[in-house]
């Protein structure tokens, strides 16, 4: 039913489209400086990203949802290693 493990690599995943995000972001700027002729449809490509990069945030919201519901651990507020170990099912604080 809520399958915890796929609820992990998503979250995982998500973490790629904000990469991905900024990439696009860094490379529209650069078309708006090279020709402000662009700008238009650069800003309407921006707002596209942008609402492409929050479903992405409200899919990992969703797998930490799933996570605390399952194991009954909160990891929002977790970084880095513990983060890593939490998510591969070990002890954060070992």
Known sequence: WMDIDEAVRI????????????GIVRQLMTYMMEDSRTIPSVLTALFCARSIERIGD???NI???IFYYVKGQDFRHVGGDELD???AGKDPKE
């Open 85 to 87: 170990k939490l998510l």
């Open 11 to 22: 979250y995982r995943e998500c973490k790629k489209v904000d990469q991905e995000y900024e």
């Open 63 to 65: 797998c930490e949802y």
């Open 58 to 60: 409200r899919c990992q």
